[in-house]
């Protein structure tokens, strides 16, 4: 844990259990209510291989990140910070986290909603670039997505 009592985590696999579950199911349902899964989804989203990265500051969860790793790529499927700990660092610190466990040349892709201006800002910032666009890709809302990606250097 760091000095401001920040601490990032990486879990993987079936001891997603219980609490660590509905944690994830609710603070999804906070920061993505059109598309959050819940206990259920992340339970077979887990055991399809989905692995998470949490943020916790002191004892509390305050966000995560989701993705699948392949071969060269990674397909960042969600990432969260919850309302009370937002505009802190801790998005793009996950984002970091991230990048860091991967070698160079290994690539990040994501879709994003295109009216979703903070997480456009935070990748951006971050130097991801645009590849293109998916229409209609997003539910409840219907929306497009707009596909970035980043090349780990
Ligand atoms: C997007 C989200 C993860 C950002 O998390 P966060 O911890 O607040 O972000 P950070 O504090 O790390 O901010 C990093 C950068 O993101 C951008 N950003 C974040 N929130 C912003 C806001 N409200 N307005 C403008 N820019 C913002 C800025 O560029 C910021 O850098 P800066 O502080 O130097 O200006 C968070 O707002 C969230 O959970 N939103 C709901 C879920 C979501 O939309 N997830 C993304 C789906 S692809």
Same mark, same amino acid.
């Given at each position: 844990m760091s000095e401001s009592g920040v601490s990032y985590q990486f879990v993987k696999g079936? @001891? *997603?259990?219980g609490l660590l579950l509905s944690n994830l199911a609710e603070m999804d349902r906070q920061s993505l209510p059109g598309e959050a899964w819940d206990e259920q989804g992340w339970q077979r989203f887990v055991q399809a291989g989905v692995e998470t990265g949490l943020v916790s500051v002191g004892p509390e969860l305050a966000g995560f990140i989701s993705f699948w790793v392949h071969d060269e790529e990674t397909e960042l499927l969600k990432l969260a910070v919850i309302p009370s700990y937002r505009r802190q660092g801790l998005g793009e610190g996950l984002v970091k986290a991230l990048l860091q466990r991967q070698n160079s040349g290994h690539r990040l892709f994501l879709e994003v909603r295109v009216s979703n201006q903070k997480a456009l800002y935070l990748y951006r910032k971050m130097g991801f670039t645009e590849q293109g666009l998916r229409r209609q890709? @997003? *539910?409840?809302?219907k929306e497009d997505a707009l596909v970035l990606s980043y090349m780990i250097p």
């Amino acid at each position: 844990m760091s000095e401001s009592g920040v601490s990032y985590q990486f879990v993987k696999g079936l @001891y *997603q259990t219980g609490l660590l579950l509905s944690n994830l199911a609710e603070m999804d349902r906070q920061s993505l209510p059109g598309e959050a899964w819940d206990e259920q989804g992340w339970q077979r989203f887990v055991q399809a291989g989905v692995e998470t990265g949490l943020v916790s500051v002191g004892p509390e969860l305050a966000g995560f990140i989701s993705f699948w790793v392949h071969d060269e790529e990674t397909e960042l499927l969600k990432l969260a910070v919850i309302p009370s700990y937002r505009r802190q660092g801790l998005g793009e610190g996950l984002v970091k986290a991230l990048l860091q466990r991967q070698n160079s040349g290994h690539r990040l892709f994501l879709e994003v909603r295109v009216s979703n201006q903070k997480a456009l800002y935070l990748y951006r910032k971050m130097g991801f670039t645009e590849q293109g666009l998916r229409r209609q890709y @997003y *539910q409840n809302p219907k929306e497009d997505a707009l596909v970035l990606s980043y090349m780990i250097p």
